[in-house]
Protein backbone atom coordinates (compact mmCIF):
# COMPACT_ATOMS: atom_id res chain seq x y z
CA UNK A 1 0.00 0.00 0.00
CA UNK A 2 1.31 3.18 -0.86
CA UNK A 3 1.58 6.39 1.39
CA UNK A 4 -0.41 9.45 0.50
CA UNK A 5 1.62 11.90 -0.44
CA UNK A 6 0.66 15.53 1.09
CA UNK A 7 1.48 18.44 -0.68
CA UNK A 8 1.30 21.76 0.17
CA UNK A 9 1.12 25.42 -1.74
CA UNK A 10 2.99 28.45 -0.64
CA UNK A 11 -0.44 29.96 0.85
CA UNK A 12 -1.36 26.90 3.07
CA UNK A 13 2.58 26.89 3.80
CA UNK A 14 2.31 30.45 5.40
CA UNK A 15 -1.39 29.81 6.26
CA UNK A 16 0.71 26.90 9.19
CA UNK A 17 3.51 28.55 9.98
CA UNK A 18 1.81 32.24 10.47
CA UNK A 19 -1.08 29.73 13.10
CA UNK A 20 2.15 28.12 14.74
CA UNK A 21 3.58 31.01 15.45
CA UNK A 22 0.39 32.69 16.44
CA UNK A 23 0.67 29.39 18.70
CA UNK A 24 3.94 29.70 20.18
CA UNK A 25 3.49 33.13 20.87
CA UNK A 26 -0.38 33.21 22.95
CA UNK A 27 1.93 29.64 24.53
CA UNK A 28 5.09 31.72 25.51
CA UNK A 29 2.84 35.01 27.02
CA UNK A 30 0.77 32.70 28.97
CA UNK A 31 3.49 30.68 30.61
CA UNK A 32 5.04 34.00 31.64
CA UNK A 33 1.54 35.06 32.95
CA UNK A 34 1.33 31.87 34.87
CA UNK A 35 4.49 31.64 36.47
CA UNK A 36 5.92 35.25 36.69
CA UNK A 37 4.97 38.02 38.31
CA UNK A 38 6.39 40.64 36.07
CA UNK A 39 3.90 39.61 33.14
CA UNK A 40 0.13 39.90 33.74
CA UNK A 41 -2.53 39.30 31.22
CA UNK A 42 -6.12 39.80 32.30
CA UNK A 43 -7.36 36.81 30.18
CA UNK A 44 -7.14 34.52 27.99
CA UNK A 45 -8.79 36.62 24.68
CA UNK A 46 -6.98 39.21 25.60
CA UNK A 47 -3.01 37.27 25.36
CA UNK A 48 -4.72 35.94 22.00
CA UNK A 49 -4.88 39.19 20.78
CA UNK A 50 -1.88 40.27 21.75
CA UNK A 51 -0.14 36.80 20.23
CA UNK A 52 -1.69 37.72 16.99
CA UNK A 53 -0.06 41.46 17.85
CA UNK A 54 3.01 40.49 18.61
CA UNK A 55 3.76 38.42 15.79
CA UNK A 56 2.52 40.60 13.14
CA UNK A 57 4.91 42.90 14.75
CA UNK A 58 7.97 40.97 14.89
CA UNK A 59 7.48 39.96 11.25
CA UNK A 60 7.55 43.42 10.48
CA UNK A 61 10.11 44.56 11.88
CA UNK A 62 12.65 41.74 10.61
CA UNK A 63 10.97 42.24 6.77
CA UNK A 64 12.26 46.10 7.82
CA UNK A 65 15.51 44.84 8.99
CA UNK A 66 16.11 42.30 5.87
CA UNK A 67 15.10 45.04 3.27
CA UNK A 68 17.53 47.42 4.78
CA UNK A 69 20.21 45.11 5.28
CA UNK A 70 19.97 43.99 2.00
CA UNK A 71 20.28 47.72 0.43
CA UNK A 72 23.42 48.33 2.50
CA UNK A 73 25.04 44.86 1.16
CA UNK A 74 24.60 45.97 -2.42
CA UNK A 75 26.57 49.02 -1.36
CA UNK A 76 30.81 48.69 -1.09
CA UNK A 77 32.68 49.93 1.67
CA UNK A 78 33.40 49.60 5.48
CA UNK A 79 30.76 52.77 6.08
CA UNK A 80 28.22 50.47 4.19
CA UNK A 81 28.87 47.26 6.76
CA UNK A 82 28.48 50.54 9.00
CA UNK A 83 25.70 51.23 8.46
CA UNK A 84 23.91 47.68 8.32
CA UNK A 85 25.33 46.79 11.50
CA UNK A 86 24.00 49.99 12.91
CA UNK A 87 20.68 50.25 11.18
CA UNK A 88 20.02 46.15 12.09
CA UNK A 89 20.85 46.99 15.67
CA UNK A 90 18.79 49.94 15.58
CA UNK A 91 15.45 48.25 13.73
CA UNK A 92 15.75 45.10 15.97
CA UNK A 93 16.29 46.68 19.30
CA UNK A 94 13.81 49.70 18.70
CA UNK A 95 11.11 47.75 17.07
CA UNK A 96 11.06 45.98 20.78
CA UNK A 97 9.90 49.70 22.36
CA UNK A 98 7.42 50.05 19.80
CA UNK A 99 6.04 46.48 19.96
CA UNK A 100 5.61 47.42 23.97
CA UNK A 101 4.19 50.61 23.33
CA UNK A 102 1.87 49.10 20.81
CA UNK A 103 0.53 46.54 23.46
CA UNK A 104 0.04 49.84 26.09
CA UNK A 105 -1.56 51.51 23.84
CA UNK A 106 -4.16 48.99 22.33
CA UNK A 107 -4.57 46.84 25.64
CA UNK A 108 -3.65 49.26 28.71
CA UNK A 109 -3.66 48.05 31.84
CA UNK A 110 -5.24 44.66 30.28
CA UNK A 111 -1.53 43.72 29.41
CA UNK A 112 1.20 44.96 32.56
CA UNK A 113 5.08 44.30 31.96
CA UNK A 114 6.23 45.05 35.14
CA UNK A 115 9.61 44.49 37.24
CA UNK A 116 12.71 46.07 36.66
CA UNK A 117 12.86 49.40 33.75
CA UNK A 118 9.31 49.91 33.99
CA UNK A 119 8.61 46.16 32.45
CA UNK A 120 11.29 46.29 29.86
CA UNK A 121 13.36 43.64 31.50
CA UNK A 122 10.32 41.28 31.47
CA UNK A 123 9.13 42.76 28.04
CA UNK A 124 12.41 41.71 26.34
CA UNK A 125 12.49 38.25 28.26
CA UNK A 126 8.77 37.51 26.44
CA UNK A 127 10.30 38.68 23.09
CA UNK A 128 13.15 36.72 23.24
CA UNK A 129 11.68 33.59 24.28
CA UNK A 130 8.94 34.05 21.49
CA UNK A 131 11.96 34.14 18.99
CA UNK A 132 14.17 31.44 20.82
CA UNK A 133 10.56 29.21 20.62
CA UNK A 134 9.65 29.93 17.51
CA UNK A 135 13.24 28.89 15.94
CA UNK A 136 12.98 25.54 18.00
CA UNK A 137 9.61 24.70 16.53
CA UNK A 138 10.66 25.72 13.10
CA UNK A 139 14.07 23.02 13.50
CA UNK A 140 11.92 20.29 14.65
CA UNK A 141 9.42 20.74 11.68
CA UNK A 142 12.72 20.99 9.21
CA UNK A 143 13.75 17.57 11.52
CA UNK A 144 10.87 16.21 10.43
CA UNK A 145 11.45 15.95 7.04
CA UNK A 146 11.77 12.84 5.75
CA UNK A 147 13.32 13.92 2.47
CA UNK A 148 11.00 12.29 -0.11
CA UNK A 149 8.80 14.41 -2.56
Not at 42 to 69: I, R
Not at 73 to 95: D, E
Request: hydrophobic content about 50%; aromatic content about 16%; proline content about 2%.
Amino acid sequence: MSEKVYRFNTPQRLFVGYTLAVLVDLTVLNFYDEYWEFVNIESFTVSFAAALLLQLLLKLSLAAEHKLANYFKQKPGAAAKFYRGMSTYIILVGSKFVMLEAINILFGDKVQFTGPLHGVVAFFAVVFTILISEIIVSKIYFALDNGKE
